[in-house]
């Protein structure tokens, strides 16, 4: 079987690539998909605040990831449901596995990877005690209510003030558990203000900063954590230490690109945002692989996934009708004082439409300062914040104009302390 373009996941970055491949002249796109349905993770965010930027609209995640899954089908794009793919190689070459017809091969003439994230578990964490039932990931207890319709559990404490943690914390509150706490082991939080306000706020949910869960207690369910208060260095400072009784444990502890796919096909792998470097096309360092959305970077806001990830489908449609150059004489991205990563990591001004869109997380929460960018020493841009914190994404918009100006030397983002006048 040849492909136009192939897309792997049916999640919102996966939809919208499609979507726009297919608007712009891929006549045969084809979205594998492991799970049952299309969606992603959206099918278990049922809470609203989806969309907003896309749509002007405040819709819940069945109700944003419906609106691409309609186009999908009114465009009449083929998905496979129950398959996933198990290899893909530089040449585009996929191999999948589906229920019925087990091992299949596809050949495209691009791929757009749009895996998404997963969760890091207790695993990665090394809580010593027992191994009880009762702990789970934020977004696994998450599918078992709003999914399948399971109850977790009755007195809870969540580890990790991320989004799904803090919006966990409601759903549980809203479904009748007791939510003792949210801890969090940074001095700030790494989920949105919003939702701190309206999930924890408004709901008389206590924070701390600067704690954690130091030992799991009980054998067959969990019965209570101790907590700690964690140094400067993110140690447990025994003196701290309390028992707190509970028989549910979300962790909301991060997520991690799942990139297993994109290293074996030996696609550069950027350390920082562990997704794959990618150009201003959203195309990574192997010609006709694209990719976009959270296996990319972790996003906060889907409306964000979707801009970016229109620009991956486009740009596939364009490579596959011989339209996009790749060269190597694009400039590259770099985050210097208090910026963590930018996306994307190499611009080709002749690729670019009409301005380039840069994220970037920042490594700290800093006050009243300027986001600048240069080149050569010289300013290119300059955007004022009154504040800037991990938890949220960044965004600069470049002109093509201006980026065409540039000759040599990287594109730098800074952070400027602004001086009171
Ligand atoms: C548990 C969880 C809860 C979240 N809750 C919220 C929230 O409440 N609000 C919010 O704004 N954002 C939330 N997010 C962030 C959210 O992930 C993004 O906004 C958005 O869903 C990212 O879209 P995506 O398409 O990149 O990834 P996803 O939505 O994760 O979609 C990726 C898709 O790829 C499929 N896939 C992966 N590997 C393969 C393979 N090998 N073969 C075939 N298919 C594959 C997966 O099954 C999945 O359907 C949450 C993320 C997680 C992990």
């Known amino acids: 079987?040849?492909?136009?373009?192939?897309?792997?996941?049916?999640?919102?970055?996966?939809?919208?690539?499609?979507?726009?491949?297919?608007?712009?002249?891929?006549?045969?796109?084809?979205i594998i998909e492991r799970d049952k349905r299309l969606g992603g993770i959206l099918q278990?965010?049922?809470?609203?605040?989806?969309?907003?930027?896309?749509?002007?609209?405040?819709?819940?995640?069945?109700?944003?990831?419906?609106?691409?899954?309609?186009?999908?089908?009114?465009?009449?794009?083929?998905?496979?449901?129950?398959?996933?793919?198990?290899?893909?190689?530089?040449?585009?070459?996929?191999?999948?596995?589906t229920p019925n017809d087990g091992i299949i091969n596809i050949k495209s003439k691009a791929i757009v990877l749009t895996m998404g994230c997963r969760e890091r578990t207790r695993g990665a964490l090394n809580i010593p005690g027992n191994r009880p039932s009762g702990i789970f990931t934020a977004g696994a207890a998450q599918r078992f209510i709003n999914m399948e319709g399971y109850m977790v559990g009755k007195k809870v404490v969540v580890l990790g003030s991320g989004d799904i943690g803090l919006i966990m914390?409601?759903?549980?509150?809203?479904?009748?558990?007791?939510?003792?706490?949210?801890?969090?082991?940074?001095?700030?939080?790494?989920?949105?203000?919003?939702?701190?306000?309206?999930?924890?706020?408004?709901?008389?949910?206590?924070?701390?900063?600067?704690?954690?869960?130091?030992?799991?207690?009980?054998?067959?369910?969990?019965?209570?954590?101790?907590?700690?208060?964690?140094?400067?260095?993110?140690?447990?400072?025994?003196?701290?230490?309390?028992?707190?009784?509970?028989?549910?444990?979300?962790?909301?502890?991060?997520?991690?690109?799942?990139?297993?796919?994109?290293?074996?096909?030996n696609i550069p792998i950027d350390n920082i945002t562990s997704g794959p470097i990618v150009d201003e096309s959203m195309q990574t360092m192997v010609e006709g692989i694209f990719a976009c959305g959270n296996v990319v970077h972790v996003h906060d806001l889907v409306d964000y996934v979707t801009f970016e990830s229109r620009i991956a489908g486009r740009s596939a449609a364009k490579f596959v009708k011989g339209q996009l150059s790749f060269n190597d004489k694009s400039f590259k991205t770099k985050g210097t004082y208090g910026i963590r990563y930018v996306v994307p990591h190499r611009i080709d001004p002749l690729n670019v439409d009409d301005s380039v869109n840069f994220f970037m997380r920042v490594d700290n929460v800093y006050k009243n300062v300027y986001l600048t960018v240069k080149n050569n020493?010289?300013?290119?841009?300059?955007?004022?914040?009154?504040?800037?914190?991990?938890?949220?994404?960044?965004?600069?918009?470049?002109?093509?104009?201006?980026?065409?100006?540039?000759?040599?030397?990287?594109?730098?983002?800074?952070l400027e302390e602004i001086k009171n006048d």
Do not use: W
């Open 1 to 30: 079987m040849i492909r136009d373009v192939v897309v792997i996941g049916g999640g919102p970055a996966g939809l919208a690539a499609a979507i726009e491949a297919k608007k712009n002249g891929a006549e045969d796109v084809l």
């Open 44 to 97: 278990q965010c049922i809470h609203n605040g989806f969309g907003l930027h896309i749509f002007k609209e405040q819709l819940t995640g069945p109700e944003y990831a419906n609106r691409f899954i309609d186009e999908v089908k009114n465009y009449k794009i083929d998905y496979m449901l129950d398959t996933m793919v198990i290899k893909i190689d530089k040449d585009r070459n996929i191999i999948a596995l």
């Open 169 to 265: 914390a409601r759903r549980m509150t809203l479904e009748g558990a007791e939510v003792k706490m949210v801890l969090e082991l940074m001095p700030y939080s790494t989920g949105l203000k919003r939702n701190i306000a309206q999930c924890l706020h408004d709901f008389d949910i206590p924070l701390y900063f600067n704690h954690t869960v130091v030992r799991i207690h009980g054998r067959k369910r969990l019965e209570g954590v101790t907590i700690a208060e964690v140094d400067s260095e993110r140690k447990p400072i025994k003196e701290t230490e309390r028992f707190v009784e509970c028989d549910t444990l979300l962790l909301s502890v991060g997520l991690i690109p799942e990139n297993e796919l994109t290293r074996e096909a």
């Open 377 to 414: 020493g010289q300013i290119i841009t300059k955007v004022r914040k009154a504040i800037v914190t991990p938890g949220e994404m960044e965004s600069v918009v470049v002109k093509r104009s201006i980026l065409e100006k540039l000759n040599k030397g990287d594109i730098e983002f800074t």
